[in-house]
């Protein structure tokens, strides 16, 4: 049974930074590409960033430069490193398969920007 634990999400000033993990069970994690997605509210949830299972990455535009995706196979775990936070990145965190996502999804992880 797939399992996937978000954490490190929290409330932070804008020009921030925050690390989110996630960890993974349930699967062969070094053998499948993952991605972070996020849900703001009353939007559709979209895909963040991705990285395969060789460890290339690519990120949505609007984080690029600022987010950085990176796993630790050894651990089943994803990482999902932030800087300079916007007001704009609030939203809940998921992490999940990329190109098509499993049924089951995380409880995801609060990340709030705000003065």
């Known amino acids: 049974q797939v399992q996937l634990v978000e954490s490190g999400g929290g409330l932070v000033q804008p020009g921030g930074s925050l690390r989110l993990s996630c960890a993974a069970s349930?699967?062969?994690?070094?053998?499948?590409?993952m991605g972070w997605y996020r849900q703001a509210p009353g939007m559709q949830r979209e895909l963040v960033a991705f990285?395969?299972?060789?460890?290339?990455?690519n990120y949505v535009d609007s984080v690029k430069g600022r987010f950085t995706i990176s796993r630790d196979n050894a651990k089943n775990t994803m990482y999902l490193q932030m800087n300079s936070l916007k007001p704009e990145d609030t939203a809940v965190y998921y992490c999940?398969?990329?190109?098509?996502?499993?049924?089951?999804w995380g409880q995801g992880t609060q990340v709030t920007v705000s003065s």
């Open positions: 990285i395969t299972s060789g460890g290339g990455t």
């Open positions: 999940n398969k990329w190109l098509g996502p499993y049924d089951s």
């Open positions: 349930g699967i062969t994690f070094r053998f499948v590409a």
